[in-house]
Nanobody, 125 residues
Framework: QVQLVESGGGSVQAGGSLRLSCAASGRTSSDYTMGWFRQGPGKEREFVAAIKWSGGSTYYADSVKGRFIISRDNAKNTVYLQMNSLKPEDTAVYYC??????????????????WGQGTQVTVSS
C-alpha cells in the first residue's frame, strides 16, 4: 500500500506562486511515476504533471508548461509542484497520485491506483 499526503495549498493572487508537496510512504519504489492532477469546480479531474522517481524525467500538460515545475527529493520521498504565474483558472483541488511506470506517460486519472486526499489552491484575480 502506498500513502500520499499533500500539503502547501492556499490562496494567492493572480501572478503569484505556491509550492505543493506530496510525501509518499509505504510500498514505494524507484519504479513509480508520481503525478499531480487537479479538479476545479464542476470539472473533471485533469492531469497536470508527472515525474519518474528514477531518473527524474518529467511530463506536463500544455496548460501549465512553462509555469509549473515538478520535482522530487528521493531522500525525503517527496514530490513537489512549484506553481508560478498562477491564474484564476488554476483554482482547483490538487491531488498527488502514484502508479508503477509502464514504459509510457499516463495522464488518465483512472490509471493511477494511489491518491492523496487533495489540497485546495485558490487563485483570485
Amino acid at each position: 500500500q502506498v500513502q500520499l499526503v499533500e500539503s502547501g495549498g492556499g490562496s494567492v493572487q493572480a501572478g503569484g506562486s505556491l509550492r505543493l508537496s506530496c510525501a509518499a510512504s509505504g510500498r514505494t519504489s524507484s519504479d513509480y511515476t508520481m503525478g499531480w492532477f487537479r479538479q476545479g469546480p464542476g470539472k473533471e479531474r485533469e492531469f497536470v504533471a508527472a515525474i519518474k522517481w528514477s531518473g527524474g524525467s518529467t511530463y506536463y500538460a500544455d496548460s501549465v508548461k512553462g509555469r509549473f515545475i515538478i520535482s522530487r527529493d528521493n531522500a525525503k520521498n517527496t514530490v513537489y509542484l512549484q506553481m508560478n504565474s498562477l491564474k484564476p483558472e488554476d483554482t482547483a483541488v490538487y491531488y498527488c497520485a502514484a502508479r508503477l511506470y509502464s514504459g509510457r506517460w499516463v495522464i488518465v486519472a483512472d490509471e493511477f491506483p494511489h491518491w492523496g486526499q487533495g489540497t485546495q489552491v485558490t487563485v483570485s484575480s
